[in-house]
C-alpha cells in the first residue's frame, strides 16, 4: 500500500531534471537572442560587422543613433514616422550596394550560393579570412575604379570577407573586372563634358531683353503646369 509520502516524493521532480529544465530555458533564451541578431543585421546590413557598438563608423553610428532614439519614441507618433522614414533610407542604400553584388555574382553563374557567399556576421572572424591583403587590395580597388559602393566614399568592411571567398574560388579578380564593366566609375572627366561652356557674353538691347523675359515667363508657366559554405561550395 503506497503512502502519502511515497506520493509526494513521485510528484516532485528530481534534481536532475531541474536541471535539465534550466537548461533547456537558457537553450531557448540563446536561441531566441541569436535570432533576434540575426534579423537585426540583416535588415541594418552593418558596414563594420565586427564592430558590436555600431560606433567605429560614421553611418553605423548615425543609423544605431536613430534605431535607438526610435526606441524610445512612442509608437505611431508623428517622430516615430519620421524616425522610421530616415532608418529605412539608411537601410535601402546598403541593400542597393548588396543587391548589386548580388546581381554580379548570378551574372557569374552563382544563382544558388549568391546568398551564403554575401551573408556576413558579427560572428564572421577576421581570423578567418585566407587572403586578407589581396582582399583588401581587391576592395580599395571597386571603392576607386567602380560605383558599385554608390557614393560611399569608405568601402563598407563586410564586403571584405566576400572579397576573401571569392579568392579562394579563384574568381575575385574577375569579380572585380566585371564590376568595373557592369558600374563604371563616374569620373570628374565624364561629367564636365555634360557642362556646356557658355559662348561668350553678346550685349543685348533692353528692348529684346523685354522679349526674352516675356517668353521665359511663358516657358516657366507651362513647365510648372507639367510638374562554412565555402567548402560545400568547392565540392
Excluded: C
Excluded at 522614414?85 to 552563382?110: N, T
Excluded at 551573408?119 to 571597386?142: D, G
Excluded at 579562394?168 to 572585380?176: K, N, P, Q
Excluded at 533692353?206 to 517668353?215: M, S, T
Amino acid at each position: 500500500m503506497r503512502t502519502i509520502a511515497a506520493d509526494v516524493t513521485y510528484l516532485v521532480p528530481p534534481k536532475e531534471a531541474l536541471l535539465f529544465n534550466l537548461r533547456s530555458s537558457d537553450t531557448l533564451l540563446y536561441f531566441d537572442r541569436e535570432v533576434k541578431r540575426r534579423r537585426a543585421e540583416e535588415a541594418n546590413l552593418w558596414n563594420e560587422p565586427q564592430d558590436v557598438s555600431h560606433t567605429e563608423r560614421d553611418d553605423d553610428r548615425e543609423l544605431y543613433n536613430l534605431l535607438q532614439k526610435r526606441a524610445r519614441t512612442r509608437r505611431g507618433s508623428e517622430g516615430y514616422r519620421r524616425l522610421s522614414f530616415d532608418i529605412s533610407a539608411h537601410r535601402q542604400v546598403r541593400k542597393d550596394v548588396k543587391d548589386r553584388w548580388r546581381v554580379l555574382l548570378e551574372d557569374m553563374g552563382f544563382h544558388k550560393e549568391a546568398d551564403l557567399l554575401l551573408t556576413v556576421t558579427s560572428n564572421t572572424s577576421y581570423k578567418s579570412l585566407r587572403n586578407p591583403t589581396e582582399a583588401r587590395r581587391l576592395l580599395s580597388m571597386l571603392a576607386e575604379e567602380s560605383s558599385i559602393f554608390e557614393h560611399q566614399h569608405i568601402p563598407a568592411e563586410r564586403y571584405l570577407f566576400v572579397l576573401d571567398r571569392l579568392i579562394v574560388l579563384d574568381i575575385g579578380t574577375e569579380f572585380v573586372s566585371i564590376a568595373r564593366r557592369f558600374y563604371p566609375a563616374e569620373t570628374m572627366e565624364s561629367s564636365e563634358k555634360d557642362i556646356e561652356v557658355p559662348a561668350t557674353a553678346v550685349l543685348v538691347s533692353p528692348a529684346y531683353e523685354a522679349l526674352e523675359d516675356g517668353v521665359e515667363k511663358d516657358e516657366e508657366e507651362g513647365v510648372l503646369d507639367e510638374d562554412n559554405f565555402l567548402v560545400n561550395l568547392l565540392e
